[in-house]
C-alpha cells in the first residue's frame, strides 16, 4: 500500500466523521471535512482534480455553515427566542451526553433550552411554544449542513474515481 492509498482511505474515514459530526455536534463537522479535502488534495495523488474536488467541497461547506447559521438565527429572531437559551441548551446537552449514554446530548439540549425559556417568559405554554420553534429551527439549520456536507462528500467520492481511472 502506498502512501496515497493510505492518505486516501484516511481522508475518507475523517470525512465520514465530519459527516457524523454535522449531526453529533460534539463531534468535529464541516472544518473536519474541509482539512481531509485539502489534506487529500495535497497528497491524495489527486492532482489538478484533487484541486478541484477541494475547491468544490469547500464551497458546499462554507453553504453549509452559512445557510446553517442564517436559517437558524433567523427562526430565533422570529420567535424571540434568546441566543442564551439556546446556550443553556447546549452546556445542559453537554452534561447530558455524560449522564445518559446515547440519547443524554439530546435531553440536555431540550430541557435546558426549555428551562430557560420558563425562566425567561414565566409562562410553561408560552416556553413551550418558544422551546419548539427553537428546536425546529436548530434541526433546519442541521438538515441544511448534513445534506452540503454530504454533497462535498460526494464530490470528494468522485474526484477519488477519477483520479483511479486515470
Do not use: Y
Not at 446515547?102 to 417568559?121: D, I, K
Amino acid at each position: 500500500m502506498n502512501a496515497e492509498i493510505l492518505v486516501t482511505i484516511l481522508c475518507g474515514l475523517a470525512i465520514l466523521v465530519g459527516i457524523a459530526g454535522t449531526i453529533i455536534p460534539v463531534l468535529p463537522g464541516s472544518i473536519l471535512i474541509g482539512i481531509s479535502l485539502l489534506a487529500w488534495a495535497l497528497w491524495g495523488g489527486g492532482g489538478a482534480a484533487g484541486w478541484v474536488v477541494f475547491g468544490i467541497g469547500l464551497a458546499f461547506l462554507l453553504a453549509g455553515t452559512a445557510a446553517s447559521a442564517m436559517l437558524t438565527g433567523r427562526r430565533l429572531k422570529q420567535h424571540r427566542v434568546p441566543g442564551r437559551s439556546v446556550v443553556a441548551g447546549a452546556v445542559l446537552g453537554i452534561v447530558g451526553m455524560f449522564i445518559i449514554p446515547v440519547v443524554g446530548l439530546v435531553v440536555g439540549f431540550v430541557v435546558g433550552l426549555f428551562a430557560s425559556e420558563v425562566l425567561r417568559t414565566r409562562d410553561a405554554g408560552t416556553a413551550v411554544r418558544s422551546s419548539v420553534a427553537a428546536l425546529k429551527a436548530t434541526g433546519l439549520g442541521i438538515l441544511v449542513e448534513f445534506g452540503l456536507a454530504c454533497l462535498a462528500a460526494s464530490t470528494w467520492l468522485i474526484g477519488v474515481w477519477i483520479s483511479a481511472i486515470t
